[in-house]
């Protein structure tokens, strides 16, 4: 089975790709930033767009069976960047889904807040290693592709 797993970011969304449980790739993708995190719709759209070519692209080359996303949930705070996910991420997470759904595959959400918890020691490792390395030459380098990869080795614990 092969599976991606994304924490999608306006910003950054992470990505890790498991054939039959092995993760062979980790990649960030990345949008231009005007550096503020008071985003206008039309930029929001532009990003998106960004966003949306990667994962074609993922699709297109990867070929997976299931796409594991961390869902949306607000933790709440006034930070004017945390404000501005609460219409950019949701946003974000419908594009894909119905971009996916389209393509016809399978499309799998998990709580953030549920896989977290559940693979806490697990990141904790990674970030202690420093490079994050975690299988071979495979790494988790940074927040995204951590909580990426934990939200596919939670997908795929559960599935045992």
């Not at 299931?66 to 609460?86: C, L, M, P, Q, T």
Request: aromatic fraction near 10%.
């Amino acid at each position: 089975m092969r599976v991606i797993a994304l924490d999608p970011g306006l910003a950054n969304t992470g990505a890790v790709f498991s054939d039959h449980g092995e993760i062979v790739r980790a990649e960030t993708w990345t949008t231009p930033s005007g550096g503020s995190h008071a985003v206008d719709f039309a930029d929001c759209l532009k990003r998106v767009r960004v966003l949306e070519a990667a994962l074609r692209a993922a699709l297109f080359n990867f070929r997976p069976d299931v796409v594991v996303i961390e869902s949306y949930r607000d933790f709440g705070g006034g930070h004017k960047r945390e404000v501005a996910n609460r219409w950019t991420t949701p946003l974000l997470l419908g594009y894909f889904l119905a971009f996916l759904l389209g393509c016809g595959v399978t499309v799998v959400f998990q709580d953030p807040a549920t896989v977290m918890a559940a693979t806490a020691s697990t990141r904790t490792l990674w970030k202690s290693k420093g490079t994050g390395i975690i299988h071979g030459e495979k790494m988790l380098t940074n927040d995204h592709l951590r909580s990426a990869g934990g939200h596919l080795l939670y997908y795929l614990g559960r599935r045992k």
